[in-house]
């Protein structure tokens, strides 16, 4: 069974205090591995998708990395919009099309 | 990127009513769409993959007769709740990849279900 664990459950920051979130998986044979935002009371928001250990990815203050056992997601300089719930989703090669399993995530809180 | 709507954003009825909550692909097609729920505090649970043309593939544990899906079209899909009870209470979330040539999955905005 596919699994993601994500950490921590919740980070507070400083605005401008850089840190990382982390993401653990276990997937028989990862298709893809996939970064989502959350806002409260909305729908994830696409960030990155990443296909093989080594890969990154960059968009504004974020970056994603992906290693064979777990992904993380870089936040440089954050700045309080940058608050949100941090979602990691992993797909695996050979099963049902496109399905997802999701990590209970980590709420990012930037304060001012 | 691509876009995903819901309708109703938030629904509220009585206990042993049906509710109908509609997923709509804006700007793509899409011959699968997922439905996912969601409760406080927790993580996205895949409730079921909704195929436009034929039936609804669900998870273990959902029951499809209380879970109605229907994939009327290329733009859209409806998840009807029926005899709704509190428990049934959620975030309800679709999602539909916008491009076979990758796998990425767009989510509409959801759907706040309270069932008194």
């Known amino acids: 069974e596919d699994q993601v664990t994500q950490s921590p459950e919740a980070l507070r920051l400083q605005e401008g205090e850089s840190s990382s979130l982390n993401c653990s998986y276990t997937v028989s044979g990862l298709r893809g591995l996939f970064w989502y935002r959350q806002d409260p009371g909305k729908g994830p928001e696409f960030l990155f998708t990443l296909y093989s250990a080594g890969e990154e990815k960059e968009k504004e203050r974020l970056k994603a990395t992906l290693t064979k056992k777990e992904s993380f997601l870089h936040i440089t300089a954050p700045k309080p919009e940058d608050s949100a719930t941090y979602l990691c989703a992993v797909q695996a090669r050979g099963g049902s099309n496109y399905k997802l399993t999701f990590g209970k995530g980590t709420l990012l809180t930037v304060n001012p | 990127g691509a876009v995903v709507s819901q309708h109703p954003s938030w629904v509220i009825c009585k206990s042993g009513t049906s509710v109908k909550i509609e997923c709509r692909s804006l700007d793509f097609q899409a011959t699968t769409m997922f439905w996912y729920r969601q409760f406080p505090k927790q993580s996205l649970m895949l409730m079921a993959t909704?195929?436009?043309?034929?039936?609804?593939?669900?998870e273990q544990g959902v029951e499809k007769d209380k879970f109605l899906i229907n994939h009327a079209s290329l733009t859209l899909s409806t998840l009807t709740v029926t005899s709704a009870h509190p428990e049934d209470s959620s975030f309800y979330i679709c999602?539909?990849?916008?491009?076979?040539?990758?796998?990425?999955?767009?989510f509409g905005p959801g759907t706040r279900l309270t069932v008194l």
């Open positions: 999602s539909a990849p916008a491009d076979r040539n990758t796998d990425t999955q767009y």
């Open positions: 909704s195929n436009e043309g034929s039936k609804a593939t669900y």
